[in-house]
């Protein structure tokens, strides 16, 4: 079975750093892309961020260009979301997801979601 | 980047009753859509791929069809536990980006 686990979450000052964490298991790591998809309060999907699966290639939404990196670690079988520069708009429930091949297409199975809150 | 407009933003349905969710994109995007169902408090789960395809143990009252800018997903039969947010996904170039959801409340 698969799963997904999300951590590093929480509460922070605008302008700070948090570094998120998705650990995996189920699956064979190393053979796909991931992705970072976030949802606001009350909101819609919108998609983050997507490293291939052997880190080649990362994607970044624009509201996050230049702030955040993606990382992964398929030794630890991990994805990483390092978070700059935080934003009260980048507020949101982070899902970790895994991708059906080894680069971007669409999502076949989620974390539960990791909530980060930017406020002073 | 591709703009995809999800109709109606919110349907009022009966259980028993069918179902039918629209997805428009900016562009064609062939047959690259997928749709995913999300329950209050729950991650969003695949539901079609492809466009038209269910993906592994989604039953068969969910169809989708369509392609290049226009696509619907119906629900046959709508059972009780089918309330929820519907959002479409195209993945034909980048970025992907999400429908601003469609959501199925009780009458």
């Known amino acids: 079975e698969v799963f997904l686990v999300e951590s590093g979450g929480g509460l922070v000052q605008p302008g700070r750093s948090l570094r998120l964490s998705c650990v995996t298991s189920?699956?064979?790591?190393?053979?796909?892309?991931m992705h970072w998809v976030r949802q606001a309060p009350g909101k819609g999907l919108e998609w983050v961020s997507t490293?291939?699966?052997?880190?080649?290639?990362?994607g970044y939404a624009d509201s996050v260009k230049g702030r955040f990196t993606t990382s992964r670690d398929n030794a630890k079988n991990s994805l990483y979301l390092q978070m700059n520069s935080l934003r009260p708009e980048d507020t949101a429930l982070y899902y970790c997801?895994?991708?059906?091949?080894?680069?971007?297409?669409?999502?076949?199975?989620w974390g539960q979601g990791n909530l980060v809150t930017v406020s002073s | 980047e591709i703009v995809m407009t999800q109709s109606p933003a919110t349907l009022s349905v009966s259980p028993g009753e069918r179902v039918t969710l629209s997805c428009r994109a900016s562009?064609?995007?062939?047959?690259?859509l997928a749709w995913y169902q999300q329950k209050p408090a729950q991650a969003p789960r695949l539901l079609i791929y492809?466009?038209?395809t269910r993906a592994t143990g989604i039953p068969a009252r969910f169809s989708g069809s369509g392609s290049g800018t226009a696509f619907t997903l119906t629900i046959s039969r709508l059972q009780s536990e089918d309330f929820a947010v519907y959002y479409c996904?195209?993945?034909?170039?980048?970025?992907?980006?999400f429908g601003q959801g469609t959501k199925v409340e009780i009458k």
């Open positions: 997801a895994k991708d059906i091949g080894a680069w971007g297409t669409y999502f076949d199975y």
């Open positions: 189920g699956f064979t790591f190393d053979d796909y892309a």
């Open positions: 490293i291939s699966s052997n880190s080649a290639s990362i």
């Open positions: 562009q064609s995007i062939s047959l690259n």
């Open positions: 492809g466009a038209s």
């Open positions: 996904q195209h993945y034909n170039s980048w970025p992907v980006t």
